[in-house]
């Protein structure tokens, strides 16, 4: 009998000695990044989200290393039933261990399940919904650039101290513009502002003269802009056709890209306020990514926060499997050792990532130039001022993230 149970003692630990010891050696990755690369967020995300995740994985060094890396792209459409369809295939069959970007908010809640069901790894840099770390937290997700707490906390306190207090919102109309507004609205109210209106758009819209024309009647001092992407850069056009900002009322760029004032234009973005966490001629770290990534795009843009994103995160993320030996193809693992690491890029610079999966890093309040300031190609911003990390984004003691110990 002894001799029975000491050989199936033995017999287990072989069997784990050797499920280490293929842990260990299993040095494959899966990247999956989830974008728009055909609609209204493209030129955010797109084909140079998938641009910066290659260079991630050419310098991350891991190739001299042994490790085998293998990137898939897709677009989803801006639809979350076609986004958790591709996710759903994409791990079962296509056996993808992270997915990067996932642009738009209600694509990315819808994402974030399947994810944690499955249990592999979401680093989300394009959608910008808070509730990624609040209400819809989850042990497989870490939310990386920015979000709408951050947004609302940096611009909207900004200009309500300056005077604007009195805002007037024109809101997309799905999960991201509903949670930029109520972040907003909050910041508004707390800071001794007032909100007297608002009107909701379809996404991707073309015509906003009757939303324009409510928020002009408001007289609001702002008009804050809940939306992103195409939809922003068409309200600040057909604003400037109506007059509003020549009549005395300010847009308010809440969710504002680079590519966005390019579209744009100086002459039109001229004296925009709006917040990101990275821009390409911060310092001579962020130009020298931002250089080579202009390169090989082929309109030659300089990366958005989002692109910008997808590499600092995935960067992070190899950082974390190097630690580890070995792919151990368990997300939830992954994302715990991610947690433990200090982020450390030339990109966002120095942070960390708290237990509700909000990675930490400054924010920053711009002002578009006016084109008479700029010096050259993409050189449009100029800095107002910096929310440090631990500063910038909803405090812990305000969520209600369950992986939050209170």
């Not at 260079?55 to 060094?61: H, R, T, V, W, Y």
């Amino acid at each position: 009998m002894k001799q029975q149970i000491s050989a199936f003692l033995l017999g287990t630990a072989l069997s784990l000695a050797a499920a280490t010891g293929a842990f260990a050696q299993d040095k494959t990755i899966k990247v999956g990044v989830l974008t728009d690369n055909s609609g209204l967020y493209s030129d955010l995300g797109g084909a140079g989200s998938t641009l910066a995740a290659q260079m991630a994985i050419e310098d991350s060094g891991l190739a001299a290393k042994g490790w085998k890396i293998d990137i898939i792209s897709a677009d989803h459409q801006n639809k979350p039933d076609i986004a958790t369809s591709i996710a759903r295939q994409w791990i079962d069959v296509e056996k993808v261990d992270i997915f990067m970007d996932v642009l738009n908010s209600g694509v990315a809640l819808a994402v974030n399940n399947v994810v944690k069901e499955k249990n592999a790894v979401m680093i989300n840099t394009g959608a910008a919904t808070s509730d990624l770390t609040n209400a819809q937290c989850s042990p497989n997700t870490v939310h990386w650039v920015y979000d709408t707490y951050m947004l609302a906390n940096s611009t909207g306190q900004a200009l309500v101290k300056a005077g604007g207090d009195t805002w007037f919102f024109l809101t997309a109309d799905y999960a991201f513009g509903h949670a930029l507004e109520r972040d907003t609205s909050n910041v508004v109210t707390k800071s001794g502002g007032k909100v007297i209106g608002t009107v909701r758009h379809p996404l991707n819209t073309a015509d906003f003269s009757s939303f324009l024309l409510q928020a002009q009647a408001s007289k609001a001092k702002i008009i804050g802009m809940a939306n992103a992407g195409g939809d922003t850069t068409n309200t600040i056009k057909q604003a400037a056709e109506f007059g509003i900002v020549a009549g005395g009322q300010r847009l308010a760029g809440l969710l504002l890209f680079l590519p966005d004032v390019h579209a744009l234009g100086l002459k039109v973005a001229q004296g925009l306020n709006f917040t990101e966490t990275f821009y390409w001629d911060l310092n001579d770290g962020t130009r020298a990514f931002s250089k080579r990534f202009s390169e090989r795009m082929k309109n030659k843009a300089m990366p958005s926060m989002i692109q910008a994103g997808v590499y600092s995160g995935l960067m992070h993320y190899f950082k974390a499997l190097e630690a580890m030996g070995g792919n151990p193809h368990d997300g939830v693992k992954v994302v715990a050792k991610m947690k433990e690491m200090p982020t450390d890029d030339a990109l966002f610079g120095k942070g960390s990532i708290r237990a509700d999966g909000r990675k930490l890093h400054p924010a920053y309040l711009f002002e578009v130039k006016k084109p008479s300031e700029s010096k050259g190609p993409w050189d449009y911003y100029k800095l107002v001022g910096t929310t440090p990390g631990d500063k910038a984004f909803r405090p812990l003691s305000e969520s209600v993230c369950p992986l939050v110990k209170k």
